[in-house]
């Protein structure tokens, strides 16, 4: 399943793209089967889903950032691989697995220790908190390994490996719910479980790549600045796209913040759809900071491929916003139905601009440009504060998220552009 050797040139990009759309396509059918199984109010009280996507929202929103390990281990891997020296790939990916070790004992440590007042603060139980945290800790994992798969440009085990998440999730989450248990903690109980199915695929995919076992472990010089760098622009761009369920739990009644969670993960199923395309091109325009045209050529046919995607999303979900709905959750409540609609169509429209930002972002960290992308910090801040102003109606939230989320698109285009008329 690595396809390394087929990735080395621009013509790999929209099959390796498409391919990762495929795997994507695929995890997101079974995450809207997720929520089409535990939205439903006889398996999950809409309290409880609330707390399950606000939750799930607090895993994004920390997990997200660590995307910014997977861009660091990719393009110091990939540029290895293609000079030739892959000596130096395994020393380089154990130094990080050994500081992982102790960073998830210390989060799981933490929930431990303050379950009591994180859950009065987000208003939960204990235990779901808990759980919480320790989902998180075994979530960091996966981009470690995914960062290594997608240095070597394995992008067959990049594509199916994680899938096996949503699959295990699907299954057991729907059985712990409906057989066990209806609450979010027996929900949350089977991502945790999808995790460690992943973690293992990833375990063996490492095994089967047979690299050289080279000196002693060790790291690049820069990797740590640069994973610094990837870090902030990453927790900026995590709060645009995850915090909106957690500030509607935080701000709202639990039936309001449940029907905004519902149109909210509509939103994100349909919107950030393409997003694998950037990991695809990442490692093919991976550089220490020029613009050549090659880079510059795979970037426009990025851009056209993910927002000709994008586009069709919208479309539908702006058009006929009970179509998703009624897929994901059934009919929506009469009573509530000009609400859903509303809450669809302005979270998809707020999405949007995000999630050709994200590309636009990818981008610029594969070519060590960070000074610019470091606004998503300020525009992820800015979102919390107008959001704790103006919280009259739900859809507030969307308009403060849209209003940056745009913003930030925009700016992210001008830097690259910029870069490419003065080169």
């Known amino acids: 399943m690595n396809a390394a050797p087929a990735g080395r040139d621009a013509s790999g990009l929209f099959r390796h793209g498409s391919m990762l759309v495929a795997g994507t396509l695929t995890g997101a059918v079974c995450n809207a089967a997720f929520h089409m199984v535990v939205g439903r109010e006889r398996v999950l009280p809409n309290a409880e889903y609330g707390s399950l996507v606000a939750m799930l929202g607090i895993i994004l929103v920390v997990s997200t950032p660590m995307l910014a390990l997977q861009n660091t281990l990719a393009h110091f891997i990939s540029t290895r691989d293609r000079a030739g020296r892959r000596e130096e790939i395994l020393p380089f990916f154990l130094h990080w697995v050994y500081l992982f070790a102790g960073i998830s004992a210390a989060i799981a440590a933490g929930a431990w220790l303050f379950r009591e007042p994180l859950a009065a603060f987000w208003n939960v139980g204990p235990g779901l908190m808990f759980m919480t945290f320790a989902v998180l800790a075994a979530s960091l994992w996966m981009s470690l390994f995914q960062g290594l798969l997608q240095g070597m440009q394995a992008f067959g085990?990049?594509?199916?490996?994680?899938?096996?998440?949503?699959?295990t999730r699907l299954a057991l989450g729907a059985l712990f719910a409906i057989a066990v248990s209806a609450t979010a903690t027996a929900a949350l109980a089977a991502q945790g479980i999808g995790v460690a199915v992943v973690l293992l695929l990833c375990t063996w995919a490492l095994l089967r790549m047979h690299l050289p076992p080279g000196g002693a472990v060790r790291r690049p010089p820069g990797s740590y600045r640069y994973l610094g760098s990837a870090l902030l622009c990453l927790a900026g761009y995590a709060m645009l796209m995850n915090l909106d369920a957690a500030l509607a739990k935080r701000y709202f009644d639990a039936e309001t913040a449940g029907l905004f969670a519902k149109a909210a993960t509509i939103a994100r199923t349909a919107v950030f759809l393409p997003v694998p395309i950037a990991t695809a091109l990442f490692p093919k325009v991976s550089s220490g900071g020029d613009l050549s045209p090659e880079s510059w050529g795979l970037l426009g046919r990025a851009l056209a491929y993910a927002g000709g995607l994008i586009g069709a999303a919208v479309a539908v979900c702006v058009a006929l916003p009970v179509l998703p709905w009624t897929i994901l959750y059934g009919a929506w409540p009469p009573e509530a139905a000009a609400s859903a609609a509303a809450l669809t169509r302005a979270m998809v429209l707020a999405?949007?601009?995000?999630?050709?930002?994200?590309?636009?972002?990818?981008?610029?960290?594969?070519?060590?440009?960070?000074?610019?992308?470091?606004?998503?910090?300020?525009?992820?801040?800015?979102?919390?504060?107008?959001?704790?102003?103006?919280?009259?109606?739900?859809?507030?939230?969307?308009?403060?998220?849209?209003?940056?989320?745009?913003?930030?698109?925009?700016?992210?285009?001008?830097?690259?552009?910029?870069?490419?008329?003065?080169?």
């Open 351 to 423: 999405m949007a601009p995000l999630a050709l930002a994200y590309l636009l972002l990818n981008f610029e960290m594969a070519q060590r440009h960070f000074r610019r992308s470091l606004l998503l910090v300020p525009a992820g801040i800015a979102y919390v504060a107008g959001v704790a102003l103006f919280h009259r109606h739900p859809l507030q939230i969307p308009a403060v998220l849209g209003t940056l989320n745009l913003a930030v698109c925009l700016w992210l285009a001008r830097a690259v552009f910029r870069r490419r008329a003065r080169g």
């Open 157 to 167: 085990w990049l594509a199916w490996a994680p899938q096996a998440w949503g699959v």
